[in-house]
């Protein structure tokens, strides 16, 4: 990628109107964190190699959340406001003899849905109007909390100084234009003035925004471009702001499938990742929660209450209400549910059932196979055509090691059997019900596991006699 731009990613500030003891950046709207969010669409102008994130409060778990993205670092040791964090970058290209470059763009972590086509738009008009400082904007229908934008004249792309909301003049409504927190730079104007930032404000915090009235003073051009839809600039200050972007994104995310042939029931309803796709003729109830990478093929049914997260479906299948699969991946033309729960590492064959009160972990279900009620399967792999009456279990754990069972084909395992692992069980054995199995059975053998039934005709009329 070649670009004259390096990016700031200003992450380091504490986020005191959230009160959450979690960086304000690491709180996640769609599924991901804020951060996450901004560097996704940094990523879009400039490689890892050329984005610096300026961290400092719970710097550790910020980095460790984000450094598989393989940006680059600089510590903000003190949170002394925009400005300084600025200066931090400053200083850290020096003392690592890094050149800084020529344009930078700089990215608010709490500004996350920034979209890459507004950024692309902000920097080129940067470069078109040889500008030392461009700031995008919006006009939301409440700038209150944002610092405004004045204008030199109406109508103009110049920029006269930023205002931020405290320190507006009593009874001063400012101007409606709100700065969004994300600017670029030409490096060398930015740079050259960092060190007059003053904090006498009502914050006493060293401003960024200051640097428009600074190079103003001094000739140089600053310019301002309004983004074309105001959500994208909106900030996430509290709690609420967050939520409101969140139903957003999530929106944005049932739209564009609807859009593609998936039919949502009560879209508001549903939690839906921006990563997760679906493919046509698929139906999704009420109330459905569909997480991370989870991808669902045609033509599928997903019942209400269920949530999905980072499970493949194929085409046809059914979910009834209720169901939860996490890292699940359930093949064509199988039934779920309704409360069935699908662990890690189940992989359930074509029109297999999986049905209420079932839980699966580690478990190959071959094609056709029903677990239909009640039932425990980890650790398993278990053949075609094999019916799993109610109540079975697979006993995988001896309290210290996990151990594996296998069951063929066109097994029947008798309700209430209990499979003591590890143990194999051939193909078209059959085990009577309430057996508990120890020893392996071999295929087409009858295996029986339980205490001869005792019945004593006339018992309770003795006892009834007995006791008058
Ligand atoms: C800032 C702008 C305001 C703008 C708004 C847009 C300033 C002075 N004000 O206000 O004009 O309308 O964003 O959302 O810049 N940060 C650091 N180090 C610090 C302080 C903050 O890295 O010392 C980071 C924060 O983590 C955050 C970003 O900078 O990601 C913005 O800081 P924040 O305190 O939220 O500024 P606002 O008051 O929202
Ligand atoms: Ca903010």
Known sequence: METSFG?????????????????????????????????????????AAKIFCIVGHEAASVRTAVEHTGIQFVHQPEQRGTGHALQMLEQHLRLT?????????????????????????????????????????????????????????AGEAEVAGIVEQKD???????????NSGIYCFKTSALFANLGRLSDKNASRELYLTDIAGLLVAEGQRVVALQAESVDEVLGANTISEMMHLDAAMRLASAQRLMASGVTIFRPDTCVIDATVTVAADTTIEPYVQLLGNTSIGT?????????????????????????????????DGAVLGPYAHLRPGSDIGESAHVGNFVETKKVRLGKGSKANHLTYLGDAVIGAGTNIGAGVITCNYDGVHKHQTTIGDNVFLGSDSTLVAPITVGDGAFIAAASCITEDVPAEALA??????????GWVTARKAAKA
């Open 299 to 331: 033509n599928c049914r997903i019942r209400s209450y269920s949530v999905l997260q980072n499970s493949t479906l194929g085409a046809n299948v059914l979910v009834r209400n209720g169901c939860i699969l996490d890292e699940a991946k359930v093949a």
């Open 97 to 153: 003899g890094t050149t800084p470059p020529e344009n930078l763009l700089v990215l608010s972590g709490d500004v996350p849905l920034i979209k890459p086509e507004t950024l692309a738009a902000l920097t080129a008009f940067h470069l078109r109007k040889s500008a030392a400082m461009t700031i995008l904007t919006a006009v939301p229908p409440n700038p209150f909390g944002y610092g405004r934008v004045n204008r030199l004249y």
């Open 448 to 457: 029986l596991g339980r205490t001869r039934q005792i019945t004593k005709p």
């Open 168 to 178: 507006l003049p009593k009874d001063d409504p400012g101007a409606p234009e709100i």
């Open 7 to 47: 990016i700031a990613i200003m992450a380091a500030g504490k986020g005191t109107r959230l009160k959450s003891r979690r960086p304000k950046v690491l709180h996640e709207i769609g599924g991901q964190a804020l951060l996450l969010h901004v560097i996704a669409a940094a990523r879009t102008i400039a490689p």
